[in-house]
Nanobody, 124 residues
Framework: QLQLVESGGGLVQPGGSLRLTCTAS????????VGWFRQAPGKDREAVSC????????YYSDSVKGRFTISRDNAQKTVYLQMNSLKPEDTGNYYC?????????????????RGQGTQVTVSS
């Protein structure tokens, strides 16, 4: 059964960068779209970015477009999220999960597929 583990979070100053890593075990990622999602206290879950497997097409929320980059390495069973020019409003728990696709409507986590998450805090 597919299990996902996130890493790479931490405390960073505004304007800084972090790279999050989502590593899969138990199954291959080859056939799945994968997404990064975030949850901040008092806010709804937000779909940050998703990437398809076959053609590598991507989706980004408007709030991160131009600052974040998602990529994947199927051979390493890994999906990355490079986050640049971080802002305090990027603070939250970031988790990866299988997704239904890489569009606004399909960048939704499949139930039961998410990892535990990694905390990102952007603060001076």
């Amino acid at each position: 059964q597919l299990q996902l583990v996130e890493s790479g979070g931490g405390l960073v100053q505004p304007g800084g960068s972090l790279r999050l890593t989502c590593t899969a075990s138990g199954s291959t990622l080859d056939w799945y779209a994968v997404g990064w999602f975030r949850q901040a206290p008092g806010k709804d879950r937000e779909a940050v970015s998703c990437i398809k497997s076959r053609d590598g097409s991507t989706y980004y929320s408007d709030s991160v477009k131009g600052r974040f980059t998602i990529s994947r390495d199927n051979a390493q069973k890994t999906v990355y999220l490079q986050m640049n020019s971080l802002k305090p409003e990027d603070t939250g728990n970031y988790y990866c999960a299988k997704a239904y696709g890489a569009t606004y409507r399909l960048c939704v986590p499949e139930r039961g597929s998410r990892g535990q998450g990694t905390q990102v805090t952007v603060s001076s």
